[in-house]
């Protein structure tokens, strides 16, 4: 069993900055690959990236590319997204996804199996 926490959310202006984290226990991140989603209102959950489970290969969704980074630090058993220029449209909840599957890139929501509780992000205009 794995645990996700994730922090870090927050109200931001266009533009701006924010570092999302997830903490993970249970179990140790670096057997996991890890990810991260989110789910704007009336929108359905949509991948945002993903990391393989030593971080030596990342994917990130067409329209984040540039702007969000993720990495991991698995002595410290967490998952971060690092999220630049910030745009209203980011607006969402965000999630923090572990899978057992294998490392394939674009992270599937049916292939995730632990998610975490969810921070909101709102970007401001």
């Known amino acids: 069993q794995v645990q996700l926490v994730e922090s870090g959310g927050g109200l931001v202006q266009a533009g701006g900055s924010l570092r999302l984290s997830c903490a993970a226990s249970g179990r140790t991140i670096s057997t996991i690959n890890m990810g991260w989603f989110r789910q704007a209102p009336g929108k359905e959950r949509e991948f945002v990236a993903s990391?393989?489970?030593?971080?030596?290969?990342?994917y990130s969704r067409d329209s984040m590319k540039g702007r969000f980074t993720i990495s991991r630090d698995n002595a410290k058993n967490t998952v971060y997204v690092q999220m630049n220029n910030l745009k209203p449209e980011d607006t969402a909840v965000y999630y923090c996804a572990a899978t057992l599957h294998d490392y394939r890139g674009v992270l599937s929501y049916h292939d995730v199996d632990y998610w975490g509780q969810g921070t909101q992000v709102t970007v401001s205009s």
């Open positions: 990391i393989s489970r030593y971080g030596h290969n990342t």
